[in-house]
């Protein structure tokens, strides 16, 4: 992968929106295909201020960090305005940011002073519900049933003698019910409101033309501003059937009443036609939970995004086959619309790795997360570490949740008073919820903060860290070889200089003691390159190789152990 030459392009500024938009890249149409992308969950990076809860200050003061590690671009979580009833996912401005996390201007130095380190930033669009502080929903609220406010969303009256059923049984992303009742200004019942998250995330109705309108906005508001590409937030559940019919036991592929409808790819190809008509490569990136391939890779056709997260491969359990099956599934199903897979191990969504991988099932899935599950953390570190080589050797684009590459376990004995997720609550308590993945990160010193906040802080971090963490602070691991962030910044540093990684082929070496039979995942990327991961339970001979250019675990007497990866190079 060639190192891209980054055009600063001619900066807008807020003073002067109608400037010339910034151009990412001028010269790497294709940056895309092949990038190292660094998830910040803003809330938990760092503090610049002191208030306990990180902030484009802190951010900025820690560029040098993500271009040390050697990321290509960076996507923040929500940054608007939002009253945070679910991490930012709730946005009251599309246009402006939290004032907890900076402001207007500050999001636009950041963006041209990351670009000038070589890393574009992408943001996080949130198209398929608001929040319920929103103007236009406090505006539904205030008017009558019928009325054009309430027209942008999914209104309904009850079912029942009294209305006081709600319009269907749709199950919650988040358990619990999709449906909020409201009160009319006599104080009587009033309708019901959809919201398939939570009830101050109301669901936007797409078939209104105001809804497109004002996304179609936000777009170009921030590519205006420079940014480099969006990630779309749960972009398959925009369009419902407007008879919000109950979901049949066999909805066919493209029949489910609110997801995966075919009229929502119009929605996207809106979206590429504008980002298209940007300078430099401005890229749609799909949050697409979907089972069924082929309907996953119709996001990712020529005129529709540009990638999608692979899920697939980050449920999977740390075993051969599975591993072997999802990447041979995910090619196969990337390359009919020419679009490079994206590989992911985990997001401020699910249970890091460190922790996953260090259980009896280490596969993830939201519905069986719980409290006090047995983890064997120093056997999770060293499948990560390998999971990271692996992930890392794949063909496409790779994605790098903050704190992965410090090798962060899940912070699981946060005190039940401090937990925040809604995922939590709305299950009742029997989920653990999001929280544990989003402890801020630790920087330095030996402990909390760990240098998140800035000495002297009128707060403490929004959320507790845990006590034993000072090992695993950025200070601690910059000055260990054997650290994660040894590995991440090794691993990041030949994945950039190397011609044969990121966007391209692999080529399996089975036989021979190779492939999932075996237990091995051998592959070859380009002529001179393998990489091989050991998921036997016993340490396996190499291919022959010129030069050990890296390995998750020391080699043993030549051989490759168990849970570990190594990357080989295999020609002068
Ligand atoms: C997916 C996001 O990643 C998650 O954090 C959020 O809660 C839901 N979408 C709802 O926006």
Redesign the pocket.
Known sequence: MDTAVLSTGTATNSADPKAAPIAPSATDPLWWRSAVIYQIYIRSFADGNGDGTGDLAGVRSRLSYLRDLGVDAIWF?PWYKSPLA??G??VEDYFGIDPSFGDLEQAEALIREALALGIRTIIDI?P??ISDQHPWFKAALASPPGSPERERFWFRPGRGTNGDEMPNHWVS??QGDTWTRTTNPDGTPGEWYLHL?TPE?PDLNWNHPDVRTLHEDVLRFWFDRGVAGVRI??AALLIKDPELPEVPEDAKPGEHPNVDRDEVHDVYRAWRAIADSYPGSRVLVG?VWMPDTERFAKYLREDEMHTAFNFDFMARPWDADQLRESIDSMLAAHAPVGAPSTWVLS???VTRPVTRYGREDTSFAFSTKRFHTPTDLALGMRRARAAALLSAALPGSLYVYQGDELGLPEAESIPLESLQD??HFRSEGVDPG?DGCRVPLPWSGAEPPYGFTPEGASSAPWLPQPADWANLTVEAEAGNSGSMLSLYRTALSIRRSHPALGDGELTWLDGDGFGPESGVLAFARGLGFVSVTNLSGAPVELPSYTRLLLASTPLEDGLLPSDSSAWLRTQH
């Open positions: 979580t679910d991490g996912y709730d949130v398929n519900h992303n988040f998250f995330q937030d749960s949050e997001n401020h969504d809604p995922m999001r």
